[in-house]
Nanobody, 122 residues
């Protein structure tokens, strides 16, 4: 069982930066690949970024590539998402998720946080 709590969301102007953080409970954090997803109003939840158990492999959606960076600290049981050059279309609720297998598909993720709102004004 893994419990996830996101933080760091807020309101920012276009071009600005935010850093999201996700704190995980439990002693098995390093056993899970981690991902960030987002869901905008009226849209489906979508993959943003993922990172392997050890942190050596990452993947980012094309829409955020070059602007967002996922990272993790297994000693602190945390995963972060650095978001730079934010655009109004990045506005969404951002969710942290844990997966035994990893990947981009929502169905592969077993545990989810409650989400944190990111709003980018133009």
């Amino acid at each position: 069982q893994v419990q996830l709590v996101e933080s760091g969301g807020g309101l920012v102007q276009a071009g600005g930066s935010l850093r999201l953080s996700c704190a995980a409970s439990g002693r098995t954090f390093s056993s899970y690949a981690m991902g960030w997803f987002r869901q905008a109003p009226g849209k489906e939840r979508e993959f943003v970024a993922g990172i392997s158990r050890g942190g050596g492999n990452t993947a980012h959606a094309d829409s955020v590539k070059g602007r967002f960076t996922i990272s993790r600290d297994n000693a602190k049981n945390t995963v972060g998402l650095q978001m730079n050059s934010l655009k109004p279309e990045d506005t969404a609720v951002y969710y942290c998720a844990a997966s035994r297998g990893g990947g981009m598909a929502l169905a592969r993720y077993d545990y989810w946080g409650q989400g944190t709102q990111v709003t980018v004004s133009s």
